[in-house]
């Protein structure tokens, strides 16, 4: 059975850092695609970043140049770290994996069941 569990998620102040993690079981993060996700009040679950098998990356606009996704597969850990945080970043985060590469777009098998982040100002 695939897991997928978030941590690090949390209350921050605008202009602070969160790092969050991801740790799958039951499923292995090497030769996979992987992604997170966030779903902000009343608004459409949107891709944040996502990460391909080979280590190649893509963002999406409101987070270029703040967060960073990177993956342990030694750990079987995904990970996304959040730098230059906003108010507008507060929602829901999930992260996906699949073996089929989708990249921002929210079509993936696996789901983990989110975590949430509160940006103050």
């Known amino acids: 059975q695939v897991q997928l569990v978030e941590s690090g998620g949390g209350a921050v102040q605008a202009g602070g850092s969160l790092r969050l993690s991801c740790a799958a079981s039951g499923y292995t993060t090497s030769n996979s695609y992987m992604g997170w996700f966030r779903r902000a009040p009343g608004k459409e679950r949107e891709g944040v970043a996502a990460?391909?098998?080979?280590?190649?990356?893509a963002y999406a606009d409101p987070v270029k140049g703040r967060f960073t996704i990177s993956q342990d597969n030694a750990k079987n850990t995904l990970y996304l770290q959040m730098n230059s945080l906003k108010p507008e970043d507060t929602a829901m985060y999930y992260c996906a994996a699949d073996r089929v590469l989708w990249y921002l777009l929210p079509n993936y098998k696996y789901w983990g069941q989110g975590i949430q982040v509160t940006v103050s100002t």
């Open positions: 990460i391909d098998s080979e280590g190649g990356v």
